[in-house]
């Protein structure tokens, strides 16, 4: 069974940093892209960061570009989002994903191709 789980979420003062990670379980992910995606209460899920199966490429959103960086260690099958700089609107829960098994290397997956979701970690930035 393929899962993906999230932690490091929590409570943080505005200008603060967070360290996500997301474990994946029951299949290598080593091969596809990843990507993470919030979702804040009231609105639709946001993408946040994509990153290629070898690490070498990323993407993300004018919106956090310059203070989130998506990093991946295939050894461990887990991708990391490591959150600077961090404002009251990002304030939202936090899923990783992952497209079905040999469907997207890069970064630029659709949103609706992400086969798998984790089932998030809350972040909560204070101001």
């Known amino acids: 069974q393929v899962q993906l789980v999230e932690s490091g979420g929590g409570l943080v003062q505005a200008g603060g940093s967070l360290r996500l990670s997301c474990a994946a379980s029951?299949?290598?992910?080593?091969?596809?892209?990843m990507g993470w995606f919030r979702q804040a209460p009231g609105k639709d899920r946001e993408f946040v960061a994509a990153i290629s199966w070898s690490g070498s490429r990323t993407y993300y959103p004018d919106s956090v570009k310059g203070r989130f960086t998506i990093s991946r260690d295939n050894a461990k099958n887990t991708v990391y989002l490591q959150m600077n700089s961090l404002k009251p609107e990002d304030t939202a829960v936090y899923h990783c994903?992952?497209?079905?098994?040999?469907?997207?290397?890069?970064?630029?997956?659709?949103?609706?191709?992400?086969?798998?979701w984790g089932q998030g970690t809350k972040v909560t930035v204070s101001s």
């Open positions: 994903a992952a497209p079905k098994e040999g469907t997207w290397y890069g970064p630029h997956v659709p949103m609706d191709e992400y086969e798998y």
């Open positions: 029951g299949r290598t992910f080593s091969r596809d892209a």
